[in-house]
Nanobody
Framework: QVQLVESGGGLVQAGGSLRLSCTASGRTVGRFVLGWFRQAPGKEREFVAAISWNGDGAYYADSAKGRFAISRDDVKNTVYLQMNSLTPEDTAVYYC?????????????????WGQGTQVTVSS
């Protein structure tokens, strides 16, 4: 079983930055691809970014490329999402998740291993 706990959300003005953290616990957590999905009001949950278990590979949604950076610290069992140049369109609840699989530059959600979510609000 893997437990994921997010932190770091908040309110920021457009153009600002936030860093989200996801701390994982449980067996073999270091073997999981870990990443972030988000869900805006009235929209479906969507992939944002993910990182391979050894940190060598990263996956980004087109909306995140060039603005967001994902990293992980396996000593701390923590994944980080540095978000820069935020826009109101980035407003959403951000969820830490171990994706079901990744293909190309995208990862796909599964049913298991979700955090509780952290709210990110970007004001214009």
């Amino acid at each position: 079983q893997v437990q994921l706990v997010e932190s770091g959300g908040g309110l920021v003005q457009a153009g600002g930055s936030l860093r989200l953290s996801c701390t994982a616990s449980g067996r073999t957590v270091g073997r999981f691809v870990l990443g972030w999905f988000r869900q805006a009001p009235g929209k479906e949950r969507e992939f944002v970014a993910a990182i391979s278990w050894n940190g060598d590979g990263a996956y980004y949604a087109d909306s995140a490329k060039g603005r967001f950076a994902i990293s992980r610290d396996d000593v701390k069992n923590t994944v980080y999402l540095q978000m820069n140049s935020l826009t109101p369109e980035d407003t959403a609840v951000y969820y830490c998740h171990a994706p079901h699989h990744c293909s190309g530059s995208k990862c796909y959600a599964g049913d298991d291993y979700w955090g509780q979510g952290t709210q990110v609000t970007v004001s214009s």
